[in-house]
């Protein structure tokens, strides 16, 4: 089975590759860039091969038309509306069109037809038309004399007038206005938003999810991560709801797809809507996510997920219910126990208290920039003190809301009659009419795909023992008193669940247009507990305004003054709108003496199958693979189907599903996760750690080809 | 911190040196060569730089006589009887002469003198002094018509006669005639015997265990697992106890120490005693090692470790006494499971059938063969399959024997008072005069050093219930009647244990000489307990004995047809005599897109440090990583000191301690583990897995140098 004249051979092309790439070195860089950062990148320099502006240029048909919004990021790969992206993006879709006798989600699905493709419940999917600077526009109503509150009332309104008048002035188009730097950056986004979304090819959840928990946020890894969806336009081209006469959307631009891959070392980079990044948050920051928020929150999953897998035992139709739920809950928690490991492993909170000793210096040494930032720092270590202090009884309030389905309807029906009221501008902005029925549409999707309510019921326990559990002063009243005194909980428990129709979508539809004295007579218990609640949500929703006039101020000065001290002009941290990130096809050293190569092959399947979920690969693979049926999609330096690659651009979730786009602007493969120490890359980004992982274009082509006999999409997306 | 120019230049001189590699590559072959092979192996072309003749020729001072066994492997490293071996070798040692107060264990020890060096009770040090073929003379008194059980104890005793005939012809010297191949070659050894060994150096623990049970078994590896101890001899220069009058024993060689140590690709040898291989054995007997004797071990081994785990946190001092109990255990349980998982990667017991398949189909195409063979595997899978289902009743016997102390005592007493009053030459080897006095010193030691009643009392209390839990007819009825009815089993317990008198030093030492109507008349529970059972150990031994003859036969005949079919020639398994192995120095791919590297650095000791056991580097060593106080000691290709290493030798337990040789015939390290997936080793070799660890010389001198500050030790090995 050894070859040692081949392998010397080989080893000898690796050698010269490693002394090519000398001279051809890319550079990889920290930064999501604004597309209109594109021209200061020099990226031709860097190893781009096409012109910047075909990536973006307003005036063309630019590679930025190519990226869609659907969740997290997709992009077209054909002139018929066809979009690729990843199936942990799909996974909520796949899972609320299966059923147990047609169990998409466990077996994957095949359209081998137009008319088989199925509409994706509640699925959008979103294209960056254009972005202007509004930031004057919207700082012209913060008025100095202004308290907090009424500062972030103002801007909340002026946001919501210029938004208006954006879309009056752009009919069929969404406008967003953006927070770049909070208090001091504002961008006019406008958006196509497509509402009817079909599946088109989604593998088995043994390929898509192959590794499943265990893998996720790890490398090696080897995971099929993708999934074909196709976006439908009304007959006359514009954006629709779903209806049969609906035809395939022409997108402006779509992505060539090049079937020959990529390799160690090439230039790439990626579009995509990365969500959220905090890089320009002060070490007090750190510090509550670091020993408070984190922590907490990582531990409540865990608990919910072991609740959940238990309850999963039921039937197959009850895991149904949960997978996805599981799979969001597992997902943050993993990510944050690597991002604390991270946080611990470079310092980072120590680094960030040194940095801001310096700052401080610096701001002292000058009378000028004493005057405006000397109380910056100790402010903000105020307010995020104050937040580590309050965070016990808010985590409960707000889980009550974010965990327990029929209190989460109650409350959002109770806050409907009194925002319903209110002149449009002025309500919260879930209630608007422009916002208001994709609200009531989440809310029956979240009842018939993934309510259980045993679950709910348990989690609504166990966070009521928790407020009992806090200081006297701090426990949630509203919610303890509820317990009759001659009464066993668990008893009350079945008695008060069982009594509410907030689980019944017919009854709930017939609240949303009910006025607040309407309300208040429906004889259902957990509108009782919502109404007795709702003024608690306001005083926290006040709070959190008041402070974030606050830190909007303060937050302002600080990039300033940290801009003015470390001489560099910053970038906005990512707010899920469109940005580009470059870097490099590379492996990376995890550890001392450790090396991760950055293909991972399908040989390397086969070593992790056990049979066992999640390494249950198909039988049909495998016998593909033992068969070496790799055809034309083999990696020639690997001699295998290379799997999942690794490359060292900056990314967060959001980027979920962005194509990895080679020096020609070609689709080489689909990013789905970043590598372990990477998830530390929300507060800093670190060239010999952060790696973004991605599911290899030959291997998409390979099991479309060889797997699922997809024949039809591989003739529309050209490859034969 | 980043170097990109130096990272250039540093990555081609790596390109260039994979090409030389090419051109200067070294083979590594499986096996644990005898050295009479030597001649046989062309060493000078794989790579060694010395006539061979200088690892091995009776009639030079070789390097044979630079190695000794000592628990493990070591080896002298100055004239003056200097040993070199590892600080797990040493541990058992260091625990014995450890308080609270004077804890050497944690603290480490270095002897500033001769007269500060501790005498390490009970521990010899063995040189191999000559070996030959007896196999004609043992195996001529095995008549064609005896019974198994008969062959098995003609064989026993002719080798006993063997032996003291030897050590009667070589006054001073132990002789010793191990199985090469079962029931087919022989050897006579002839060793000297040093019995004075004294601590010169040990580290502490959070460097000589560094990474503990969590690495071991692992790589990357950053443990510095060396110890120096010295021989001493009486005054005339023969073989002494203790003795303040001894003087330390010139060695006929000693290894030269190479500071520069060694670097990827280059040749190495390995001088050792491996005590256990399994690579001639059949498929069932996989098959009983996989399915279930490895398992039950490990998980029993599991249990007792969370047992003494937990009486462990009773004070420092029960802890010490669990240490190297449970350090054992650990060993042998992680070892276990990497077998386990290596068994099922290589899907080796399959491939193993697969073999005897075709052997069979071999054998019966040849009536000579078949007349010959042809049973030959249906007898072997007969014999595995008995042992398989006896498994769980011998299991409970063996681990109370094995386990609990005072039964372990009481048992010895019993079988002493019986073997004592047989000839010499036909008791059971741990009785006869050669060797009595070491059973004694040993258990002595054990109930100084190790023994802890509560811990010993559980284990005696799981063992009886799962003895109740065996089918009605495999219970062990002797150990459960024991328990009166109207008794409660704990109250039971306690009554029983501290009523034997089994854990008294003296009254032990008082029982040695007595005779079996003597011992019948102690009125000690444990005693009768012993003796209800030792029929059942009588049983076991005899059964074996006659399963011994069978093996023998058979096993013999198993190796000679696979070597016909094979068309090969084996080489003996390992079985505790002196070996050689070779290979280089590199670094291997345990899994899909990783690759482990064959150097780890003092960076990674950073890295790993927790300031928790087993990650609790001593500040001052973190100090000098901080300073880069490295001196001499760097490593040139990685800017560091380098810690541990790997290399493609082929290694097994008792190799530990064995020198790391270079081309020259210098020590460049000390080999202490195997890379988990090498723990299949004992079954088979596999260049791709099949990984040694050991710690490198440069971070053995550092340490003695920069850490221990043991400049009296460097000066005595040569080193400035």
Known sequence: MRKPAFRQVFSLLIAMAVILNLTTIVAADEGMWPLSEIPKLNLQEKGLRIDPSLIYDPAKRSLLYAVVQIGATGSFISEEGLIITNHHVAFGSVQAVSTPERDYLKNGFLAKSRAEEIPAPGRTARITESFQ?????????????MSYVDRTRAIEKKIKK???EAEKANPGKRAEVAEMFPGKTYWLFLYTVLRDIR?????????????????????PRHTGDFALMRAYVGPDGSPAEYNEKNVPFKPKTYLKINPLGTEKGDFVFLLGYPGRTYRHLPASYIAYEQNIRMPAVADWYEWQIKLMEEMSQTSREVALKHDSRIKGLANTMKNYRGKLAGLKRLNYLEQKRQEERALQEFI?????????????????????????????RIFILDNLRRSVTPLQIALTVVEASIERQKPDLERNAAYMDRNFNRLKQ???????????????????KELMKRSLALDENQRIKELNRLVMPDKNLDDWLVEFFNSTKMADPEFVKSLWDKKPDEIKKIEDPMIKLALALYPEYKKIEETNRARKGQLDELQAKLVDVRQEFLGQQFIPDANGTLRLTYGRVEGYEPRDAVYYKPFTTVQGIVEKTTGQEPFNTPAALLQLINQRKFGRYVNPSLDQV?????????????????????????????????AWEATINDFTWNHRF???????????????????????????????
Not at 696 to 704: A, E, G, K, P, T
């Open 133 to 145: 600077d509004v930031s004057a526009e919207v700082l012209s109503v913060a008025k100095k004399n």
């Open 162 to 164: 210029i938004v208006a």
């Open 199 to 219: 599946l088109v090819y989604v593998p088995p959840l043994a390929i898509g999810n192959f590794g499943g928990e265990e893998d996720n946020w790890m490398w």
């Open 364 to 392: 002292q040494a000058d009378p000028k920039r004493q005057a405006a930032y000397d109380q910056v720092l100790a402010r903000l270590d105020k307010i995020y003190d104050d937040m580590g202090s309050e965070f016990p």
């Open 442 to 460: 989440r809310i029956g999707l979240t009842l018939s795909s993934s309510f259980y309510l045993p679950t709910d019921m348990a989690i609504f």
């Open 642 to 674: 290379s799997v999942c690659l690794l490359y060292s651009t900056d990314t967060t979730g959001g980027n979920s599903g962005s194509p990895i786009i080679n020096a020609r602007g070609e689709l080489v493969g689909v990013n789905f996760d970043r």
């Open 690 to 720: 952060s790696r973004s992982i991605g599911v290899d274009i030959r291997y998409v082509l390979w099991i479309l080809k060889e797997f699922a006999g997809a024949n039809n999409i591989l003739e529309e997306i050209g490859i034969k």
